[in-house]
Nanobody, 114 residues
Framework: QVQLVESGGGLVQPGGSLRLSCAAS????????MSWYRQAPGKERELVAL???????NLGDSVKGRFTISRDNAKNTVYLQMNGLKPEDTAVYFC????????WGQGTQVTVSS
């Protein structure tokens, strides 16, 4: 049974930082493309960052230079380091795995507000 469990969300002031974690189980993590998506109220879900099995990364234009995605295959965990947070980064952030199918976590809320 595939499980993706996100953690690390919360309330942060503009300019602050958060690190999201996603613990994975139920599939071969090292062979999965992992990604982070986000969905703000009234908006479509959008890709934030992606990391391939060979550690290649791709970031959305709105987060380039501020966010970093990484993975630890020994811990079956993918991370999203978010720096320089802006109010427009407020959303529910979802972890996703692509491995013989697309799987989603339950999401974690990130709120950027003063």
């Amino acid at each position: 049974q595939v499980q993706l469990v996100e953690s690390g969300g919360g309330l942060v002031q503009p300019g602050g930082s958060l690190r999201l974690s996603c613990a994975a189980s139920g599939f071969t993590f090292s062979r999965a493309v992992m990604s982070w998506y986000r969905q703000a109220p009234g908006k479509e879900r959008e890709l934030v960052a992606l990391i391939t099995t060979s550690m290649g990364t791709n970031l959305g234009d709105s987060v380039k230079g501020r966010f970093t995605i990484s993975r630890d295959n020994a811990k079956n965990t993918v991370y999203l380091q978010m720096n320089g947070l802006k109010p427009e980064d407020t959303a529910v952030y979802f972890c996703s795995a692509l491995s013989l199918g697309r799987y989603w976590g339950q999401g974690t809320q990130v709120t950027v507000s003063s």
